[in-house]
C-alpha cells in the first residue's frame, strides 16, 4: 500500500495538501515539488498564497537561500500552488497531508490552528470527500497530550475511525534555517504513526524528500523527542547564562569556548534570553504533556530564568544612567524573520517602564510592521545611529556582520556603550576603544 501511495504521488494522480505555509509549510511544498510531486498549499495570509500563485515563490526572506534551490520553475509548471480556501484542500486528490500550522500563541503552546484544521479534515473524512483513508502527517510542534486530548477525542466526536478513515503521524521538523546544509533533505527525522502500518506509509512517504528517517515506537514518543531534545538545549543555554551572572567578573565566554573542547560536552553561548517556536516553547510543551509534570523542577525554573534574561539587560541600562538605546534586530535570531518571543521585544517593554527612549531597526521588517510589535519607531542603518548612547545588537543579521568597521564607527557619534547579543561586531571591538565606546559581547566579564 505504502508504494502504491508513494507511486500515485510521482505518477501524479495523487497529490500533496500543505496546511499553512510559512518556513515549514513552504519548505515542504518546495522540496516535495522539486521532486516531480503536485502540491497545493493552504493558509489563511492572502499575502503568502499571493507571493506564490502571482510572483511564483515565497517572500519569506532568505528562504531560497536556506533550500538551496530555486523554487519559480516549480511554480511554472504547476507543481506547487496554493490558496486561502481552505475547503479546496478537501479533495480525494489529496492523498497526503502535512499540517505545519502555528502551534503557540503569546509565547505559549496553543492548539486553536492545529484542532481546526485537524477538524477539517476529519469533516471531510466523515462527509465522504475521500475514497481511501487520507494520511496525515503532523509537522507542527505538539505535544503527547495532544494525541489522546485533541485527536483521538477529536475523532470520536466526528465519528472518524483512525486507522481505518484516516491514517495519523507524527513526524516533526529538526530544519535550521540559517544552515544550508541543515534541510529538511540531509538531517535524521524521528517519525511515528497510530500504528506500524501508518508509521511505514509516513516512512514511505517522506523518503521522498528525506534521506534518514528514524521510527519512533508510536506517535507519542515522536512528538516527544522534538521538545525533549530542545529542552536540553534550554537548559544548558540557561545554565550558560546563570555562570555569567554568578561570576560576572570573569569572562564566561571564555571558560565556556574551553569546557567545550572536551569530548562530550557542547560550547553554549549566553545570550540576552533564548527566542523563536522551539526553544523557549518545548519546555511548555515537555511539562504540558507529563503525567506528573511537578518532577520537571528544573524545566519550570529555566522558563522563569530565561523569562528574566531580557529584563536583566535593560535594568543594567537603567543602572548606567543610559538616555537612549537603539535596537538592532526585532528577529530573534540572524536573517530569520521571526520575532516569536524575540528578546527585543521583551527589551523594549521593560525600557519603556523606566522611561529610556528606545527604537528598532531590523532590515527585514518594514516600519509599519515594528511600530505594530513593538509600538516603537524605527532608524535607519548604519545611518540613524547617531543619535543612541547604546546600541544593543539582538539579530547577527548578515547586514549588521558585513558592514564596515568605518562605515559603523562614524555614525556613533553618541554613542558610549554596544551590548552585543552574539558577538556580531567582535571582530570590531579594538577599534571601539579608541572612540570610548565600551564593549561587551554577552557573557564577557561585567557585561551586565
Not at 532568505?62 to 511554472?76: A, Q, R, S
Not at 479546496?88 to 502551534?103: G, K, Q, R, Y
Not at 508509521?199 to 534518514?212: A, F, G, H, R, W
Not at 538545549?233 to 567545550?260: C, H, M, W
Request: aromatic share 8%.
Amino acid at each position: 500500500m505504502a508504494l502504491e501511495l508513494q507511486d500515485a504521488l510521482k505518477t501524479g494522480k495523487k497529490q500533496l495538501a500543505v496546511w499553512g505555509i510559512g518556513y515549514i509549510g513552504y519548505s515542504s511544498l518546495a522540496h516535495f515539488a522539486r521532486e516531480g510531486i503536485k502540491c497545493v498549499g493552504g493558509d489563511i495570509s492572502k499575502k503568502r498564497v499571493d507571493d506564490i500563485n502571482i510572483s511564483g515563490k515565497s517572500s519569506i526572506p532568505n528562504i531560497e537561500y536556506w533550500l538551496d534551490f530555486d523554487v519559480g520553475p516549480l511554480t511554472k509548471k504547476r507543481l506547487i500552488s496554493a490558496t486561502n480556501n481552505l475547503d479546496e484542500l478537501i479533495d480525494d486528490i489529496n492523498s497526503v497531508h502535512l499540517i505545519a500550522v502555528p502551534t503557540e500563541k503569546n509565547g505559549a503552546p496553543h492548539m486553536g490552528a492545529f484542532t481546526d484544521t485537524l477538524s477539517r479534515i476529519f469533516d471531510g473524512c466523515r462527509t465522504k470527500k475521500f475514497k481511501d483513508a487520507p494520511l496525515v502527517i503532523i509537522e507542527s510542534t505538539i505535544s503527547p497530550n495532544v494525541i489522546d486530548g485533541i485527536i483521538v477525542k477529536l475523532a470520536k466526536t466526528k465519528g472518524i475511525s483512525i486507522g481505518t478513515d484516516i491514517r495519523i503521524g507524527v513526524a516533526p521538523r529538526r530544519d535550521w534555517f540559517v544552515s544550508p546544509d541543515k534541510t529538511l533533505r540531509s538531517l535524521p527525522r524521528i517519525v511515528g504513526g497510530f500504528d506500524e502500518t501508518t508509521t511505514n506509509l509516513v516512512v514511505e512517504v517522506l523518503s521522498i524528500v528525506c534521506d534518514n528517517l528514524l521510527p519512533a515506537k508510536d506517535a507519542k514518543h515522536a512528538c516527544l523527542v522534538k521538545s525533549v531534545e530542545n529542552a536540553f538545549r534550554q537548559l544548558d543555554i540557561t545554565f550558560a547564562n546563570q555562570l555569567s551572572l554568578a561570576y560576572p567578573d570573569l569572562n564566561i565566554l571564555e571558560v565556556l569556548k574551553l569546557a567545550g573542547t572536551k569530548w562530550n560536552i557542547e560550547t553554549y553561548h549566553p545570550s540576552f534570553g533564548v527566542g523563536g517556536y522551539c526553544i523557549p516553547l518545548a519546555p511548555y510543551y515537555v511539562i504540558d504533556g507529563a503525567e506528573k509534570p511537578d518532577e520537571l523542577t528544573l524545566l519550570k525554573a529555566s522558563i522563569k530564568a530565561n523569562a528574566n534574561q531580557p529584563k536583566r539587560v535593560a535594568q543594567s541600562l537603567k543602572k548606567r544612567n543610559v538616555k537612549s538605546v537603539g535596537i538592532l534586530g526585532l528577529a530573534y535570531t540572524g536573517d530569520i524573520k521571526v520575532d516569536i518571543l524575540s528578546p527585543t521585544i521583551s527589551i523594549v517593554n521593560q525600557l519603556k517602564e523606566v522611561n529610556i527612549p528606545v527604537k528598532v531597526n531590523d532590515p527585514l521588517y518594514t516600519q509599519e510592521e515594528i511600530k505594530e510589535i513593538c509600538d516603537v519607531e524605527t532608524f535607519s542603518y548604519p545611518n540613524g545611529m547617531d543619535e543612541f548612547e547604546v546600541i544593543i545588537i539582538v539579530s547577527s543579521h548578515s547586514l549588521y556582520v558585513s558592514t564596515p568597521t568605518n562605515d559603523i564607527l562614524k555614525h556613533l557619534s553618541a554613542c558610549r556603550l554596544v551590548l552585543d547579543n552574539m558577538g556580531a561586531w567582535r571582530d570590531k571591538q579594538s577599534q571601539f576603544r579608541p572612540k570610548g565606546i565600551e564593549y561587551h559581547e554577552a557573557g564577557d566579564a561585567k557585561w551586565l
